[in-house]
């Protein structure tokens, strides 16, 4: 009788990240940015039907990243949970703490068991408060573990190079036109295989971009942004690089100034 293969659980479990880190690493990278009157979340998408950014609940947005078939039925999951906890408790039960505790159990529980494949995604539940403050921002990865992130976030693709970024441009408080311009530079900011960096202008063709606003009057804060008013809020586009100093000049004398320019000596009688 031969003896079945043996498979360590510390090697079953890393051979299970890597697999689902492999695929979520080949998609593109999502990123939330807080702003001055909510939350913003974008990400390269050349699918104009499939959506990676949509809404849960009034004030609840979700993001993912990774296999489009497998964050959808989280997505479809995290809605029918949403509309029976405001239907049976209060519309002010529906949290995105609550249901990111949610997403982080069916994750979880996924990845802990040998008898189906780690979903391959990464996600954003975003919620957005009275006051920047209040604003809550929660990623999730494949195996359920859940970060309360502030002020920016990245999942997906070159995750660390795009964070990197806008840990160095960012500003607080920033209006939703800077916010966007940060958020679309940042996704367009890549290495190339010396790890050199090199800066893409992303069309806006292939831009989802959808916020959570605040200051919008009705009960639902869920917004996206098309095409037409990206062109408006992003404006002339170039690759984003570092100011060169200007070479040293002589000053330049302006009409009407006092400095006249210098008067050639008189020609010598030649001999």
């Known amino acids: 009788m031969s003896m079945p293969f043996y498979v360590s659980p510390e090697q079953l479990m890393k051979d299970r990240a890597d697999f689902a ?3 979520i690493s ?24 499939l959506h990676k950014v949509s809404e849960i609940y009034d004030r609840i947005a979700f993001a993912a990243v990774g296999r489009y078939n497998e964050f959808e039925n989280l997505r479809i ?3 029918r949970l949403a509309d029976m906890r405001g239907y049976a408790y209060d519309r002010r039960d529906v949290t995105g703490r609550g249901l990111a505790n949610a997403y982080a159990q069916t994750l979880g529980t996924i990845f802990s068991s040998g008898g189906e494949k780690p979903y391959e995604v990464e996600i954003f539940v975003a919620e957005v408060g009275d006051s920047p403050e209040e604003d809550s921002i929660y990623r999730l990865t494949y195996d359920g573990q859940v970060a309360d992130e502030h002020r920016f976030a990245v999942i997906g693709g070159a995750a660390d190079v795009v ?10 408080d920033a209006h939703l ?4 311009r940060l958020a679309v530079a940042a996704l367009g900011h890549t290495t190339d295989e010396r790890g050199e960096p090199q800066d893409r202008v992303l069309p806006v063709g292939s831009l989802e971009v959808a916020v959570l606003d605040r200051s919008r009057p009705r009960p639902r804060k ?3 942004i098309g095409p037409d008013r990206l062109e408006a809020l992003l404006g002339e586009r170039g690759p984003v690089s570092a100011a ?24 010598q009688p030649s001999s």
């Open 26 to 49: 080949r998609g593109r990278s999502m990123v939330a940015v807080q702003y001055h009157d909510g939350i913003l979340l974008a990400s390269e998408n050349v699918s104009q039907a």
């Open 244 to 267: 060169e100093p200007e070479p040293d000049r002589e000053p330049e004398s302006e009409p009407g100034s006092e400095t006249e320019p210098p008067v050639a000596p008189p020609e």
């Open 21 to 23: 880190r492999k695929g």
């Open 77 to 79: 999951a995290g809605v």
């Open 163 to 172: 964070a990197s970024y806008l840990g160095e441009h960012y500003v607080e």
């Open 222 to 224: 869920f917004s996206r």
């Open 177 to 180: 036109e800077d916010a966007l």
